[in-house]
Nanobody, 120 residues
Framework: QVQLVESGGGLVQAGGSLRLSCAAS????????IHWFRQAPGKEREFVAN????????YYADSVRGRFTISGDNAKNTVYLQMNSLKPEDTAVYYC?????????????WGQGTQVTVYS
């Protein structure tokens, strides 16, 4: 059974940084992508970034490009989301998910989420 566990969320002042981790277990992820999504209170879930496990290809939402960096450590089966220059509008619960496609309904696993709160 595939499991994803996020960590690294917290409270940070605007302009600060956080690094989120998504630890994967239960299978190898060759051919899969790990996606980060976020959901703020009262808003719909939105895509943040993803990385394809085997090729290290990455993609970012316009709202985070240039501030966030996604990376993977194959040896640790872990994907990281380095978040710099954080803004209050980045406040949300951040989730990681695994899938062979970019269609959320086809993802094989979601993590439980980690809260990120950015104050001004």
């Amino acid at each position: 059974q595939v499991q994803l566990v996020e960590s690294g969320g917290g409270l940070v002042q605007a302009g600060g940084s956080l690094r989120l981790s998504c630890a994967a277990s239960g299978r190898t992820f060759t051919g899969y992508a790990i996606h980060w999504f976020r959901q703020a209170p009262g808003k719909e879930r939105e895509f943040v970034a993803n990385i394809w496990w085997s090729g290290d290809s990455t993609y970012y939402a316009d709202s985070v490009r240039g501030r966030f960096t996604i990376s993977g450590d194959n040896a640790k089966n872990t994907v990281y989301l380095q978040m710099n220059s954080l803004k209050p509008e980045d406040t949300a619960v951040y989730y990681c998910a695994a899938g062979r496609t970019v269609i959320p309904s086809n993802f094989v696993a979601w993590g439980q989420g980690t809260q990120v709160t950015v104050y001004s």
